[in-house]
């Protein structure tokens, strides 16, 4: 053969992989069918949606929704072509595509019009792990809408105005006069640029309207406002009484434009798809919710639900990366078999589908709680285990990433294999709705601060007793630790905590082999540092065969 002549046809991709579209996010994922089925009932109305609602969300099309939404970014728009301050947002079609699909599947704030006493929160988490997988930064304003509602239920008649409009399923895009849309959108803006997540260091003065005892006048900024097209926003402002959580329309109730004026848009590592803006206050209308001084009480239980979508919007990020990983080692071959038959990326796969697998079951058994509010005792044990989830499932989310994307090697490392798009978004839940150090913090003040919280924790994680030995000692020395834990060992306990936690539920709900390995690694030390770590003797073929099921 002359020197130079080609093997093959030049532009044929010899051992490339196809790319993973065309298939159904939900049924490819055995470990949320099977918490599903066993929540919610094979063939249930649950069970249905979100096979259609997975088959979107593997669909080309919608993956490239992700894609173009990621790759052109919001432009601002502070004046329109006369001069007016306008201070609105445009978005790729791509973005309102992926929102109308979101909205209209009620992962918005629908579930709170729906019957108490159901499993919404649990079916909306669920559809949200399924369809996060298209892309991530949609689910901002989804989340803050969504979390928005259990706040104004501080005041009945702005819970009742804007309640409906929240949890409408119509996606309806544009600043207009509220009451005039089919749908509409809540933000939130409470950290300034001088405090961070200290909001009670918040500068922006409220001074109260003549004449009025529930309206007011703001001036100031908000360094962090996500999603600014928002038609409503809750913020945090100095009152007379004190730190007071408020409400503000960007359009007023005789349709003119409330003051709201955008600075710029961040420049971020990730999420770039969604707006995140700093805004300043010039006299901007707002009306109190809840008592001057309560702010951050008021505020709390929008708090909670943010951080419970934070874990979720993590699991359904790791869940993505698995699913490709696991893909791209079926179809690559090196070294004359293919990658997923090699016992070194089996283990990883395995380790990865294992932290897959108990951050999407933390996910919506926390979900679960929040459907049981009524009861004394999952109330409690959802105060702690929401603050535990989100330091460690979302902590663990940018490991997790980085090494699903080393599975693609130089291939996920290109923008093309859309690794990078994840490996970006991945830090930020761990980010937003306060940090690991917050958060560690926080469990610890409510540890020493609120009666029953310790309790429920070991009440729910000890449903697991007598089913591991290794698990039962772990159990008993995070016991005997918590009486002497210290804000310099706060992150080592949460973490403990949190392993705990999905350990309990992985031997309840994950199948044996699988609680087996998470109790090995996690919890009997036997783990190295890195994925792929497993120990010798687990059924690691099994695990991994089963991450990915099509």
Known sequence: MPEGTLVGPADEPLNQVPPLAGYNAYTADPSLVAAVHRLFGSGSATDTELT????LAGSFEAREWGRLAEANHPILRTHDRYGRRIDEVEFHPAWHELMTVAVSHGIAAAPWLEDAGTLRHTARAAKMLVWGQTEGGHLCPVSMTYAAVPALAADPMLAAEW????????????????????????????????????????????TPAAGSDREYTLIGHKWFTSAPMCDVFLVLAQAPGGLTCFVIPRVLPDGSRNSFRLQRLKDKLGNRANASSEVEFHNTRAWRLGDEGRGVATIIEMVAMTR????????????????????????????????????????VLADLALESEAATLTSLHLAA????????????????????????VTKRCAPFAAEALECLGGNGYVEESGMPRLYREAP??????????VNALDVLRALGREDGVWDAFCAEVGTACGADARFDAAFKELKDEVASVDEAGARRFVERMALLMQGSLMLR????????????????????????TLPRGLAIEAIAGRALAV
């Open 52 to 55: 259609g609602l997975g088959a």
């Open 163 to 206: 309640t409906p409009r929240l949890a409408s399923t119509s996606y309806d895009f544009g600043l207009r006069d509220p009451a005039t849309k089919a749908g509409c959108l809540a933000g939130m803006g409470m950290t300034e640029k001088q405090g961070g997540s200290d909001v009670r260091a918040n500068t922006t003065k409220a």
């Open 308 to 347: 419970l979508d934070c874990v979720t919007g993590s699991a359904s990020l790791m869940r993505a990366a698995l699913a490709e990983a696991v893909h791209h080692t079926r179809h690559r071959m090196a070294f004359g078999k293919l990658l997923a038959d090699q016992p070194l990326m089996r283990n």
């Open 369 to 392: 709680a929040t459907d049981a509010g009524s009861d004394p005792a999952a109330r409690k044990f959802r105060r702690i285990g929401l603050a535990v989830a989100k330091y460690w």
């Open 428 to 437: 930020l839940n761990s980010i937003w709705e306060g940090s690991g150090n």
């Open 509 to 532: 709900y994950a199948p044996t082999e699988s609680g087996d390995a998470f109790v090995a690694s996690r919890l009997a030390g036997d783990w190295g540092r890195t994925f792929g």
